[in-house]
């Protein structure tokens, strides 16, 4: 009997191919590739059908069965031994960002794909069924709500809130996905459904694991985040001839706003994360008074109370440098802290453990899928290192050793929980 409870001589760990899983990478970053040696595969683009494409066509290769839900979002199964009982899943996203690395995300699904092919080649049978999930627009770039299709998965967004959503040109999530089922015709599943477990890898997109010299982070939390659209409305006018008592100025009203928001964010203990990461001016005339400014707001901490306390006031602190310009604060998401289970904590720590891998307990600052998924079951992350802590930039890199440490992890854990 093995720590796990699970009786084979087998582990699925042995069976994880460290090439063939840098190999998937490597083909994944051909599809969205930048000129940096970064990747732009945003949600239901072209790239992300590409990618989409390459999952289902590497699945049925290995016979396994590929769907998709009302939302978009991608799953690649292997069967159980009782077909009906609630699968254990894993999976992450293959959406970037605009300038995006190679890992982030791709990394989660692609180590859960090499943990099915390890349990088929290792001829490992399970009770449940086992579960990669591609999750739709994890990112929130191009249609600006992140975890989307995991959010509509786990009933914390409607569903026809979030295909009304639409992207900077008008294209909603509703016509966008239509396109991505023409092009790739999917099998379809209903909306949601019990889950018996969920694991996601990631990388850590932080620098501590580098820093600390470990391969595996034993995920335990995951702060809060909130998202906000700002919009300020003021008054085109000619920059030669109006003078500045009669402006409307959107532009110089949204700079006051953000200096005013930076300091209601300010914290000597660097724990609140602030970012104003869209700034759109209009109509960006270089002599006309800028009529209208968007910008957005992603502000996260690991207590509900700060969220709630400084959050609470930015629609005040807006209002109060209006300057004259209409001023319009509306929220797009807000995910409260997510703490995962004990159990999955302890799988995961085992396993990296008897791999004999060097971890650490440590807390998430991104927000990952696995937030929403862990209110639907009992759920944990499993994150390897990548250069320097960088993310979310195309000089984001991660080593084929620590990429298959993480995916020996997560086929092991999930051979455990696939047979409870
Ligand atoms: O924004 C996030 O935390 C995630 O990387 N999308
Ligand atoms: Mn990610
Ligand atoms: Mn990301």
Redesign the pocket.
């Known amino acids: 009997m093995t720590a796990h409870g699970t009786v084979s001589s087998k582990r699925p760990s042995m069976a994880i191919r460290e090439d063939r899983l840098w190999q998937r990478h490597v083909e994944m970053a051909k599809l969205g590739a930048t000129a940096k040696g970064g990747v732009n595969r945003q949600a239901l683009s072209a790239e992300d059908i590409a990618a989409r494409r390459l999952l289902a066509s590497w699945a049925g290769a290995r016979g396994f069965t590929v769907t998709t839900d009302p939302i978009g979002n991608v799953f690649v199964r292997r069967a159980g031994s009782e077909a009906d009982a609630e699968p254990v899943m894993t999976g992450s ?1 293959m959406d970037s ?1 605009p300038t995006g690395g190679r890992f ?2 791709i990394y989660g699904v692609l180590a859960g794909f090499e943990a099915l092919e390890a349990l088929e080649d290792a001829g490992i049978a399970t009770r449940r069924p086992v579960e990669v999930v591609a999750w739709m627009n ?3 770039s191009r249609f600006p709500v ?2 989307m299709g995991s959010a509509v998965y786990a009933g914390r967004l409607a569903l026809d809130k979030a295909l009304a959503v639409a992207d900077p040109k008008g294209v909603t999530v509703a016509s966008a996905l239509a396109e991505t089922l023409a092009a790739l015709p999917l099998p379809g599943v209903k909306l949601g459904g019990k889950v018996a477990a969920y694991v996601e890898a990631h990388i850590e ?1 932080g620098p501590r694991l580098e820093a600390e010299g470990r391969t595996i982070g034993v995920v335990t939390a995951i702060q809060g ?1 909130r998202r906000y659209a700002v919009e300020v409305v003021g008054e085109e006018a000619h920059a030669g001839t109006t003078p500045r008592a009669a402006r409307k100025d959107a532009l110089s009203s949204a700079v006051g706003i953000v200096t005013a928001l930076e300091k209601l964010m300010d914290d000597p203990t660097d724990t609140v994360r602030f970012t104003v990461g869209r700034f759109e001016v209009f109509p960006g005339s270089p002599n006309t008074v800028p009529g209208r400014v968007y910008f957005t707001i ?1 502000f ?1 901490h690991p207590e509900i109370a700060v969220l709630d306390e400084r959050g609470g006031r930015i629609a005040a602190v807006a209002a109060a440098h209006a300057r004259g310009c209409a001023v319009s604060v509306t929220p797009l998401t807000d995910v409260p802290p997510c703490v995962f289970a004990p159990r999955i904590i302890d799988l995961v720590r085992d396993s990296a453990a008897r791999l004999g891998l060097p971890h650490m307990d440590m807390p ?5 899928d696995a937030m929403h998924i862990a209110t639907l079951c009992p759920a944990g992350m499993i994150f390897v290192p990548c250069l320097r802590g960088i ?2 930039n195309e000089a984001e890199s991660a080593t084929p050793a620590d990429l298959a440490a993480g995916a020996r992890v997560l086929a092991d854990v999930l051979g455990a929980l696939a047979d409870r």
Request: glycine share 24%.
């Open positions: 996203h960002q982030d995300g994890e990112e929130g992140g975890a997109q985040s992603d996260r998430s600052g991104a927000g990952h993310s979310h």
